[in-house]
């Protein structure tokens, strides 16, 4: 069997990463170690994680937050580890499916094209209304991944199992400067390390899959301030990777991507200006049958797509309101990312 080792950086986690641990102890296929990557903790997360089991890396002035914490913790485990071994890095807030680790693996015996496995990541549950929100956005994400044949988009930090030969070849290539971000595994100069290293690993010319069954559950965002910090980070840090590696033929999709968020905000905004300005001018026209048909169609999908997370999902879908509020704070996010991009202005790396 190849050698897999589990890295988990972690900051104050003595209360979830437990359960992260007890995910992976419930493997079929359970990794040959576990190490917690404990930066920066001022809570007993070492402590907890060496009864559970798990060694523990204790990191030492890091001010490069999570990616930091993985460069000073990688270059010891695979120092020791042959090409064909596989580094399993996780979240510690995240607790894995039982079969996560086999359907990787697997992926990565069937496909020698395959340089890493990505999670497909759904919510926890709890968080009230905006927690179910999520849920439903995680939900849509994870059936679009499917649709797309299960080609990575993101290489999730909350859990991707990588070769390791190709995380030696993404710092060897940091290093001769055919890729930026530093002179390790991951980039010091993005705010999105998944992001960021999941283009590393394509331009290297390595494919990228998401397999239905390497499924996880994660946190959800409690409060609209949280959720709005953790969007910022993942937008700005998105479209700054892009700028960094510019147009070629592994971000061109990503460019689209980033287009297709702009003509939607702009789509949006001019629906609403549309419609106040027909209220206001003539007033209300009637039931259009045209129209409601439409409507009808996109309830069904809206509903449809989102059964799996029950009856409060569907019940939340059918009235389309709430989520159209839910999509208007997402692209407020979209919208001040790319004028801060412009503006240059600095964004801060802020903890969830």
């Given at each position: 069997m190849t050698e897999l080792v589990a890295v988990i950086p972690a900051h104050n986690e003595q209360h979830g990463i437990t359960a992260t641990l007890g995910g992976l102890h419930r493997q079929s296929v359970r990794p040959d170690r576990i190490i917690v990557v404990a930066d920066n903790c001022t809570d007993h997360t070492a402590e907890v994680a060496e009864r559970v089991g798990a060694e523990v890396h204790v990191t030492t002035g890091n001010r490069d937050k999570k990616?930091?914490?993985?460069?000073?913790?990688?270059?010891?485990?695979?120092?020791?580890?042959?090409?064909?071994?596989?580094?399993?890095?996780?979240?510690?807030?995240?607790?894995?499916?039982?079969?996560?680790?086999?359907?990787?693996?697997?992926?990565?015996?069937?496909?020698?094209?395959?340089?890493?496995?990505?999670?497909?990541?759904?919510?926890?549950?709890?968080?009230?209304?905006?927690?179910?929100?999520?849920?439903?956005?995680?939900?849509r994400y994870a059936l679009e991944i499917h649709r797309k044949g299960n080609e990575a988009v993101v290489l999730t930090g909350t859990g991707t199992v990588f070769r390791a030969r190709v995380l030696r070849?993404?710092?060897?290539?940091?290093?001769?400067?055919?890729?930026?971000?530093?002179?390790?595994?991951?980039?010091?100069?993005?705010?999105?390390?998944?992001?960021?290293?999941?283009?590393?690993?394509?331009?290297?010319?390595?494919?990228?899959?998401?397999?239905?069954?390497?499924?996880?559950?994660?946190?959800?965002?409690?409060?609209?301030?949280?959720?709005?910090?953790?969007?910022?980070?993942?937008?700005?840090?998105?479209l700054e990777n892009l700028r960094d590696y510019g147009l070629t033929k592994v971000t061109l999709p990503y460019f689209g991507q980033q287009i297709m968020l702009g003509l939607g905000a702009l789509a949006l905004a001019l629906f609403g200006l549309f419609t106040v300005l027909v209220l206001t001018t003539v007033g209300w026209q009637g039931f259009s049958l045209f129209w409601g048909a439409i409507t009808l169609v996109f309830v069904l999908e809206r509903t449809l797509t989102v059964r799996r997370q029950g009856r409060r999902a569907v019940l939340l879908a059918l009235p389309l309101v709430p989520e159209l509020l839910y999509d208007v704070f997402r692209q407020l996010v979209f919208v001040r990312s790319l004028v801060d991009l412009v503006l240059r202005r600095k964004e801060r790396w802020v903890a969830t």
């Open positions: 990616a930091g914490a993985l460069n000073q913790a990688l270059p010891a485990v695979l120092d020791g580890l042959p090409e064909d071994a596989l580094v399993l890095v996780q979240d510690a807030d995240t607790v894995l499916n039982p079969r996560f680790v086999r359907c990787a693996v697997d992926a990565l015996d069937e496909d020698g094209a395959v340089g890493a496995v990505g999670g497909v990541f759904y919510g926890e549950e709890g968080g009230g209304l905006l927690g179910l929100l999520q849920r439903m956005e995680y939900e070849e993404v710092r060897d290539a940091r290093r001769a400067g055919r890729i930026g971000g530093g002179d390790s595994y991951y980039s010091l100069a993005s705010l999105t390390e998944d992001d960021e290293i999941t283009k590393a690993v394509k331009t290297l010319g390595h494919r990228t899959v998401s397999p239905d069954g390497c499924w996880l559950v994660t946190e959800v965002m409690p409060t609209l301030p949280k959720l709005w910090h953790q969007r910022m980070r993942w937008q700005r840090g998105a």
